[in-house]
């Protein structure tokens, strides 16, 4: 069956390329497509070949009943072999008849406008790859689609794939995607491939990632899983890059040698056998600094504040600085030249890592367990144990059932004044929190709250003449706390959230680390 319709298809085209220029137009013109016509019309002879020699249909009238029997079409140019070279699909109006096709392959044509394709509901699995398609606006309303094949496409928007909620398998391989975190909508891809497409920053991708089963790029949770050391004396981590060398530093890993140096990622680099650039990006700052070195003498020292879009320069004049840099780099038309120094920080970061600077920042060196973020073994008592002693005393215990018995899993203690003190204790099989509060005179009140509902229930209060809420209202003695319930669990949660860098249940979960 597949040599005959490779006979037909070659007899075909045999046919239908030996007309004269002047005779292809008129053909062309007798294929324009009619709504009230009763077959299916071609304007692409190229189409009409492939599709008839698919089909096995050399002559006649294709009808609309048999386009619509069909639901599987191969109209990839893996048919070239069998035809003149450079015979390619260039427009698909036609195949909108075939409107029951579930697979339809088109690869490897000239295609830019696929417009016909919105009148194709039914199809699961779709393959353009190998056509620069400029336009993926008629994929919006295929949603039934599980495959789909975009390699080498063109299009400068892609946010029509976010309605394809269903694709399993997603090909996007050098084609123009730069933004990928429309991509976090699609919860049912298994497959996904970026190879060689200018995708500025893959740690948008995180939230899917785990449910990738093949991928052609791998995704970095941590500065150290991307390559990066850690210098424990002068507490900075450390990359030694193609592009440039990178130093990162967090203030709560420890001092760096210089006060400068503290949240920042910095990178050195040569522009010149003379000119050496120093630049950094103050990630808590949104703000970056820039230096330029020649013969260790500090030519040029300015800082650009992007918030406010503003420069202060710290050694010479902008005037001089300006030189220096024109002299040491190459400057684009039209660019603000103290910006060219931030244009080649970026693209350093970039290509080295492929992420932005804002979200290098915002990795940890390392994954993070209870020892790495600060507890410590209470193993006589089954938990880990974390102290802050500067400012308002904070202890938590962290409690997992392989360490022994405890009541509970989570316990959070801290001052609310040189008076009163309050204890959170974290039940996680049943989701609550029972919140108690004392004072210096062993008076005290507590209450448990439902973490799903929100609701609480109150339980005792030393004071017989006072409510539990009463009594938590002369403890915290603040007028602009509306509600105590809320207001004590909420305590508990931004100290983790604003401490630890997670939620609750996160840092329940963690392992204790080696």
């Given amino acids: ?43 692409d002879p190229v189409l009409e070949a492939m599709v008839r020699g698919s089909m096995g249909k050399l002559e006649g009238d294709i009808t609309m009943a048999e386009a619509e029997a069909l639901t599987r079409l191969n109209l990839s140019n893996s048919w070239q072999q069998y035809i003149s070279s450079g015979h390619v699909i ?10 029951n096709l579930e697979s339809l392959d088109l690869s490897d044509h000239a295609i830019t406008d696929i417009s016909p394709l919105k009148e194709l509901p039914k199809l699961t699995l779709l393959s353009l790859g190998g056509n620069p398609v400029d336009d993926l606006t008629p994929l919006t309303g295929l949603t039934s689609l599980k495959v789909l094949i975009l390699s080498n496409c063109a299009a400068q928007d892609y946010s029509p794939l976010v309605k394809l909620i269903h694709l399993e398998i997603l090909k996007l391989d050098n084609s123009t995607i730069t933004d990928v975190s429309l991509l976090t909508s699609l919860k049912n891809l298994k497959q996904l491939y970026l ?24 995704l970095a949770f941590t500065l150290k899983e991307l390559g990066f050391t850690m210098d424990n004396e002068n507490h900075q981590a450390f990359y ?45 700052l949104d703000a970056y600094v820039f230096q330029i070195v020649k013969n260790d003498e500090m030519l040029v020292n300015y800082v650009y504040d992007m918030a406010h879009d503003s420069f202060t320069i710290g050694t010479g004049e902008r005037e001089n ?51 790495n973020l600060g507890f410590f073994p209470d193993l006589a008592n089954a938990v880990y144990l974390y102290e802050q002693r500067e400012g308002k005393d904070v202890n938590i215990e962290i409690h997992h059932p392989e360490w022994g018995e405890k009541a509970y899993d989570f316990r959070f203690f801290t001052q609310l004044s040189d008076e009163y003190r309050i204890v959170m204790m974290y039940y996680d099989n049943e989701k609550k929190i029972v919140v108690g509060a004392d004072d210096n005179n062993q008076g005290g009140a507590d209450f448990t709250y439902f973490i799903e509902t929100q609701e609480h229930i ?5 004071n017989k003449d006072m409510t539990v809420e009463e009594y938590f209202i002369k403890a915290y003695n603040d007028p602009g706390i509306e509600d105590i319930y809320q207001h004590s669990v909420a305590l508990m949660l931004q100290y983790v959230e604003n401490t630890f860098g997670m939620t609750l249940e996160a840092l329940f979960t963690l392992p204790a680390g080696d």
């Fill in 240 to 284: 030694d890059g193609e592009h440039a060398s990178i130093t990162i530093n967090h203030s709560k890993w420890g001092a760096p040698p210089a006060e400068w140096d503290a949240n920042i990622i910095r990178i050195s680099t040569y522009l010149t056998d003379d000119y050496k650039l120093f630049a950094g990006f103050y990630g808590d």
């Fill in 1 to 43: 069956m597949k040599k005959m319709q490779i006979i037909l298809l070659t007899v075909l085209l045999t046919i239908r390329f030996v007309f004269t220029d002047a005779s292809a137009a008129k053909i062309a013109q007798s294929f324009e497509v009619s709504s009230d016509s009763k077959f299916v019309k071609f304007v």
């Fill in 458 to 462: 109150d339980g005792w209060c030393s």
């Fill in 195 to 218: 190879a060689n497409s200018p995708v500025n920053d893959y740690s948008l991708l995180e939230n899917i990632y785990p449910n990738l089963e093949k991928k052609d790029f791998t």
């Fill in 90 to 99: 260039r427009d698909i109006s036609g195949l909108e008849y075939f409107t």
């Fill in 321 to 371: 600085s300006e030189k220096v840099l024109l002299a040491a780099m190459d400057v684009l038309e039209g660019e603000d030249v103290l910006l060219a120094p931030m244009r080649i920080f970026n693209e350093a970061i970039q290509k080295t890592f492929n992420r932005t600077a804002k979200s290098l920042y915002a990795m940890p060196f390392e994954s993070p367990t209870l020892k």
